[in-house]
């Protein structure tokens, strides 16, 4: 078994209502991630199909035609326990962790649910040392942040909960849907850096959906080019960055800003 989640030949149609025709979100793609932890970037213009594919992935929503197989087993063929294990090891990060959150409850118990629902801790103390564990991985201080409300929290520490939400539950996949775009500048290296870390560190995987070709560029092994529901190109960084071959990716790199060498990425323990 040489891939851990697989989308294969996948098509998503919208039907448009009352004009009697339909559009492909996604029009047969196929994209395979690696069983070795590794971070993929999706990167494209907006409305090419990017989160539909992460829907796909998330089994949010299953394709008109083609599959999603997780360790080469079909999402819709699989028996309750294996897909349990699927829901626990694919986990999400949203572009806007407040929508995620309860606003009238603490974070704690956002924290705490997911790990007593896989019924990964035998007790409440058990619970809150995973998640204390969690936290600390994504580089926030349990103290300060357990026994709050999600309002008393900045947008980037939210994120950042999230990250460790995901990490509680031991995951093989996060898939992260434009993480950063919501967070200033400043927080979106620390961010990208702990879910970097998580693949250095942890062995977890990463798909990482992002407008940005030059965090891309940073962090992933492999970037996939997305245009107008299809994937139009992917390969090592370097290659597709350096030997773009497809039209719409000459001009992504193009319109990429002249580095900033005051940013210091942290990135450079390299795995
Ligand atoms: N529920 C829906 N009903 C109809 N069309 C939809 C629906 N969801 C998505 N689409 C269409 O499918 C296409 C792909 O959408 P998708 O959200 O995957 O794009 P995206 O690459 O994530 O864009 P963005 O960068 O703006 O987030 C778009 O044309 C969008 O309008
Ligand atoms: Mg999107």
Redesign the pocket.
Known sequence: MSHLLEVQSATVAYGIKGAGSHKLALSDVSLSLPEKPSITAIVGE?GSG??TITRLMLSLQTPTMGSVRYEGKDLQQMDRKAFLRYRREVQAVFQDPFGVFNPFYKVDRSLLLPVQRFGLANSTDEAYALVRKSLEAVGLRPDDTLGRYPHQLSGGQRQRIMIARALSLRPRLIVA??PVSMVDASLRATILESLYRLKVDRDVSLLY?THDLTTAYQIADRIVVMFNGQIVEQGDPEQVIHEPKHAYTRALVAAVPPPDPSVNWGLEVAA
């Open positions: 907006s990017k989160t849907d434009e959906v």
